[in-house]
C-alpha cells in the first residue's frame, strides 16, 4: 500500500499553461505539505495543510494554490506556468507533534518548455 | 531562524571506505534532528533520528549522535555499500515551526 502517492509522476507542459499535481496519503496523517526541489536537490517547503488550514505558505508567487479537499489530500494548481517553476515537487505528510517525521511522496518533475 | 548546514558534495568513496557527513545546526531550545535519504528518482525517506541530546539515532548500519554542545548531528557508517551512493539530507523541526532541511549532501560509492 502506498502511503504518500501523487500523479502524474511527470509532466511536461508548455509556459502560461495552468496544470495541477494530486497527492493523496492513506497514513491518517493531520498534516499535508508541498515542497520544490531544484535542480541542485534543494528543498524549499511551500505550503503546509493542518486540518485543512493553511498554516505556513513561504515566500510563494501567488500563481501557486493548494487546494484541500479533505485531510487525505493537498492539491497543487500552479496558474501562467514560467520556465523557473521547472523542478521536484514532493508532498509529504506528518503527524501531529513535534517529533514525528514526514514521510513523502515519489515527487513529480514538471518540465516548462 | 532555525537552519542547517551540511558539508558539501559530492562525496566519492570507495566500498568498504568509513564514511562522515558533517551537519551543524542552528536553532533556539531543543529541535528533534532527522537524516533523510533520497535514492536516485524517488522521494526522501527517513533514515534516522534523535528527538534530545546525547541520543543516538542509528538504522542500516548509519548512525549519528545529538550534541547540543556542539550543535551538531554527524552522519557516520563504518564500511559503505554502493547501495548507499544518495543524497543525504539533514533536518530538524523545532515546536510549532517548520521542518528546516540542509542542502544535501551527495554519496557515490564506486565498487
Known amino acids: 500500500d502506498t502511503a504518500v502517492s501523487q500523479t502524474p509522476k511527470y509532466l511536461v507542459t508548455q509556459m502560461g499553461n495552468d496544470k495541477s499535481i494530486k497527492c493523496e496519503q492513506n497514513?491518517?496523517?493531520?498534516?499535508m505539505y508541498w515542497y520544490k526541489q531544484d535542480s541542485k536537490k534543494f528543498l524549499k517547503i511551500m505550503f503546509s495543510y493542518n486540518n485543512k488550514e493553511l498554516i505556513i505558505n513561504e515566500t510563494v508567487p501567488n500563481r501557486f494554490s493548494p487546494k484541500s479537499p479533505d485531510k487525505a489530500h493537498l492539491n497543487l494548481h500552479i496558474n501562467s506556468l514560467e520556465l523557473g517553476d521547472s523542478a521536484v515537487y514532493f508532498c509529504?505528510?506528518?503527524?501531529?507533534?513535534?517529533?514525528?517525521?514526514?514521510?513523502f511522496g515519489p515527487g513529480t518533475r514538471l518540465t516548462v518548455l | 531562524g532555525n537552519s542547517v548546514t551540511q558539508m558539501e558534495g559530492p562525496v566519492t568513496l570507495s566500498e568498504e571506505a568509513f564514511l562522515t557527513i558533517n551537519c551543524t545546526y542552528t536553532a533556539t531550545g531543543y529541535p528533534s534532528l532527522f537524516w533523510y535519504v533520497q535514492y536516485p528518482g524517488e522521494g526522501l525517506q527517513l533514515l534516522l533520528k534523535a528527538t534530545k541530546a546525547d541520543d543516538k539515532g542509528s538504522n542500516k548500519g548509519f548512525e549519528a549522535t545529538y550534541r547540543k554542545e556542539t550543535t551538531s548531528f554527524h552522519l557516520e557508517k563504518g564500511s559503505v555499500q554502493v547501495s548507499d551512493s544518495a543524497v543525504y539530507f539533514c533536518?530538524?523541526?523545532?515546536?510549532?515551526?517548520?521542518?528546516?532541511f540542509g542542502p544535501g549532501t551527495r554519496l557515490s560509492v564506486l565498487p
Open positions: 533536518a530538524l523541526i523545532n515546536y510549532g515551526q517548520n521542518f528546516v
Open positions: 497514513l491518517g496523517h493531520d498534516t
Open positions: 509529504a505528510s506528518s503527524p501531529s507533534g513535534r517529533d514525528h517525521e514526514q514521510f
